[in-house]
């Protein structure tokens, strides 16, 4: 009795186990293509960007956090020699749009249809907007190259070293955005002004 009862176990247990071995295959998860899995990262960090650079006023634009703010010991200088002083909230929009034109180049291996240089030069509110829109535009078309055949293809991209890929630098471009993101939106509560993703709804 007592050995058919144990018989009786391990046939049961192994009827469980081949009974779990079978749900995964049953419970496969859906292959999301990496051209929409990339560009709905890319929405999120568009919408809340785009939030914070529609935010600020025309007149704040040119808004930086001033030395004093800084403690005595602290350097307040930005750690490109070519800039003095932190940048501007205007600048910093202009950064990133600059930024996303690049990233998204890296990706796509696409040129950008507009004179990425002449950003930084950008004053006005309106302008700098436009200008990061359009930027957001250029790495939606950059994310939707992405493929399950290229997705890991090799990139030069010095920041990322030799194992750059053309999925690395998409996630890159979306990492440095939020960086970003994250200043403008502390600029915007130095102005008494709550990012717009932040506001209660």
């Known amino acids: 009795m007592m050995k058919r009862m144990i018989v009786a176990i391990a046939l049961m ?22 051209a929409k899995s990339f560009d709905s990262v890319l929405t999120l960090f568009e919408n809340q960007f785009m939030g914070v650079a529609n935010a600020m006023p025309a007149e704040k634009y040119g808004f930086a956090p001033s030395a004093a703010i800084f403690v005595p010991s602290q350097k307040s200088d930005y750690l490109s020699p070519n800039n003095q002083g932190v940048r501007t909230f205007g600048q910093m929009v202009a950064h990133v749009a600059q930024a996303n034109y690049f990233f998204a180049s890296q990706v796509s291996g696409q040129k ?82 709550i990012p717009p993703a932040s506001e209660k709804k």
Request: hydrophobic share 45%.
């Open 13 to 34: 247990g192994c009827c469980i186990t081949g009974m779990r071995a079978q749900v995964p295959a049953a419970e496969a998860k859906a292959t999301i293509e990496p």
């Open 112 to 193: 950008p249809d507009v004179d990425v240089k002449a950003i930084a030069n950008m004053k006005d509110k309106d302008q700098i907007v436009a200008a990061v829109q359009g930027s957001f535009a250029f790495a939606h078309k950059a994310m939707a190259t992405l493929t399950t055949q290229n997705a890991f293809e090799s990139v030069t991209f010095k920041p990322l070293g030799p194992d750059a890929t053309r999925t690395s630098v998409a996630g890159f471009l979306v990492a440095h955005g939020f960086d970003h993101y994250g200043q403008l939106a502390e600029y915007l509560r130095m102005n008494g002004i």
